[in-house]
């Protein structure tokens, strides 16, 4: 048994009043006590008085493909089998090194990912939640990556094969991207309101969720309207500026629909610059898309923190503290914030129920940071002990 003593806690939703001591046993948290609490004889304890203790944090949104260089996803495809799972153990290790102890994967090429969690298990690595190849349309963004789907048979198809391969979730791309795909404009949608309606039917009918790649306007609204359970990035891209309609706000709260909003750029870095130059009207600085992400929290949308992490230089893996960061410089809450990583972005991934929470029975992912988050959201990069599993990997003597 291994008893952490600390100088808080925070258990994925509010500081623990009183809380000191959380005991870990079998790879289970078997206990939560206050600071008072004996710990018996015989136990290992691990002692951290200035210290915070958070669940293992949770990144909604990255390519374990990826490696953070400039094109990383057009490359993946001409790797060998042996080196793409060399890059997603990579791109893990990196994210642990963070804090991070899960990750939801939404885009990988030609099913490696998924591949990879079947054949090589690791427990000294995070937890992996997987989509596979994202569904795109043919001539659509990311269509490299072997997601393409045409038409209502295509798209059946497309997702019972990913309820056979046991993805957990469907990813498909409403729109475009940046950069653009050629022909595929990150303001114009890719599939009509009809097929996305369709993709989520038939996702529902077989257990999984969908969630929806869309910058733009139009494709948030067509995939509020076919019921999606999560919207990725959701910039509210329009033909030359952004416009967040009131009632789109509405519709997201409204529905319970999960926006990820892949904050978390590099330091010095932003929107990729045509991105950038679209944006402009409505604020071209990232402080206007973390105070736009806020204001749609405070509006009722269920926000969770992921990064992108792995596609370019911009958004490399471990950038999750940046992104819980953004959102308190956009006027978020520090428990809010903090809560979008924790146990609202495990419940986003299907695991609320051992994930994403310091209370008994849950799984032992747990992180110190050194010093007080709730004072200084800076202490959420200043990583002093990682808890995978119940087990130790990483602590300053």
């Known amino acids: 048994m291994l008893a952490l003593r600390i100088a808080r806690v925070f258990d994925g939703r509010a500081v623990v009043e009183g809380a000191g001591v959380v005991f870990v046993d079998g790879g289970r948290i078997v206990g939560v006590e206050p600071s008072w609490f004996g710990i018996p004889t015989g136990v290992e304890v691990l002692d951290r008085p200035s210290g915070t203790l958070l669940p293992g944090l949770v990144d909604a949104h990255v390519h374990l493909v990826g490696d953070g260089a400039p094109g990383a996803l057009e490359r993946p495809g001409a790797l060998s089998q042996d080196d793409l799972f060399s890059t997603i153990e990579r791109s893990l290790r990196i994210q642990l090194a963070a804090g991070v102890t899960t990750v939801r994967d939404l885009g990988d090429v030609a099913w490696s990912v998924v591949d990879w969690r079947a054949r090589r298990p690791r427990p000294d690595l995070p937890t992996v939640v997987a989509s596979g190849p994202p569904l795109t349309s043919r001539a659509g963004y990311r269509r490299h990556m072997d997601g393409g789907a045409s038409g209502s048979d295509e798209l059946r198809a497309a997702v019972r094969e990913r309820a056979e391969r046991g993805a957990d979730v469907v990813k498909i ?157 956009g006027g978020m809450a520090a428990a809010d914030a903090l809560a979008s990583a924790t146990s609202v972005a495990a419940r986003a991934c299907g695991l609320g129920d051992r994930k994403g929470r310091v209370r008994t029975g849950y799984d032992a992912d747990l992180v110190v940071v050194d010093g007080d988050p709730f004072t200084d959201m800076a202490a959420l990069a200043r990583l002093d002990v990682t808890v995978l599993g119940g087990q130790v990997l990483s602590s300053r003597s």
Do not use: N
């Open 173 to 329: 791309m409403a729109g475009g991207g940046m950069p653009s795909t050629p022909g595929s404009a990150v303001d114009q949608g890719r599939f009509t309101a009809e097929e996305l309606a369709l993709v989520v039917r038939r996702a529902h009918a077989v257990g999984l969720p969908v969630t929806a790649h869309a910058h733009a306007l139009v494709s948030i609204r067509d995939a509020i309207a076919a019921g999606v359970d999560g919207i990725e990035h959701c910039t509210f891209l329009a033909s030359d500026s952004v416009h967040v309609p009131e009632e789109a706000i509405a519709a997201l709260a409204a529905q319970g629909i999960v926006v990820c909003p892949t904050l978390g750029h590099a330091p010095g870095a932003g929107p990729a610059p045509q991105l950038k130059e679209r944006m402009y009207e409505a604020g071209p600085d990232h402080d206007a898309l973390r105070r736009r992400v806020v204001r749609a929290h405070l509006a009722g949308v269920t926000i969770v923190s992921g990064t992108d992490g792995g596609i370019g230089p911009d958004t490399p893996h471990g950038g999750l503290p940046r992104a819980v960061m953004d959102l308190v410089s």
